[in-house]
């Protein structure tokens, strides 16, 4: 409990501190940057190959049972809900906590370790502000732009499987796509993405920021908190999944 409420604490300041940080224009433009292309280049290629097969299992899957009932033309329609709705945030997120948020712990971690940090805030800076700001900032971003990435790349892997494997028609495949899936999906799948990178980075900089026992300690670290950000991502995942259509009424047919 008394680390959980640490942890609340945390986000709360943390989460003030990147809104104040934005509205007066006051973040590292630096090292915002290097954090962005730093996490670009770790999660892009390994979230593509992930979203692959993916969408061709999702494509084999669903041919197979709607073969049965003679439901070939909705394969657009399963497309929509799970990797639209579901899977492209839940796998941006599980990137972004899996490995760019292990090099957050181990980076800030290290860095705590060799009295980097204590020596920032004798000299009066922010920890916060200087250093968890610009990650918190890049791992939304980046899971944003990742989410839209992935979302092309399921449902291209889809469409062609279905297409030349399953010998469906494009056209009704596209046409349940467009039906059963809307801008509010969208919306939702990647707001969903920027709250799990906003957990992921939060919850890796709160452990590299609380390292103790030296090396030993940062990797432990790094594996507390990719354990407990995948843990969040999901629950925050449910509490989105039904809390956002309350607020956001779905004008898709499958709801």
């Not at 942890?7 to 090292?31: C, D, H």
């Not at 971690?109 to 968890?132: P, Q, Y």
């Amino acid at each position: 409990m008394f680390e959980a409420g640490d942890l609340l604490a945390f986000s709360w300041y943390t989460i003030r501190a990147l809104v104040v940080a934005v509205v007066r224009r006051e973040i590292s433009l630096r090292e915002s940057i290097s954090q962005l292309w730093f996490m670009a280049s770790v999660t892009t290629l390994p979230s593509v190959l992930v979203m692959i097969p993916f969408g061709v299992a999702v494509a084999l899957n669903v041919g197979s049972l709607a073969a049965q009932i003679g439901a070939e033309a909705y394969g657009g329609a399963i497309v929509a809900f799970l990797i639209i709705g579901q899977a492209a945030p839940l796998v941006c997120a599980l990137m972004i906590a899996g490995v760019g948020g292990s090099a957050i712990t181990a980076d800030l971690g290290s860095r705590k370790i060799r009295e980097e940090i204590d020596a920032l805030e004798v000299m009066g800076v922010s920890t916060v502000s200087r250093l968890v700001v610009p990650r918190v900032l890049a791992a939304i971003l980046i899971t944003v732009l990742l989410g839209a990435l992935v979302m092309v790349v399921g449902i291209g892997a889809s469409l062609i499987f279905h297409v030349y494997v399953l010998d469906g028609s494009p056209g009704s495949f596209l046409g349940t796509l467009t039906q059963f899936a809307s801008v509010t999906d969208f919306v939702s799948a990647e707001f969903k993405a920027a709250v799990f990178g906003l957990v992921s980075a939060i919850v890796a900089s709160y452990k590299g920021l609380t390292v103790r026992a030296g090396p030993q300690g940062v990797g432990n670290a790094v594996n507390e908190a990719v354990v407990l950000a995948f843990i969040l991502v999901f629950i925050a995942n449910a509490v989105i999944s039904q809390l956002f259509p309350l607020f956001v009424p779905a004008k898709g047919e499958y709801r």
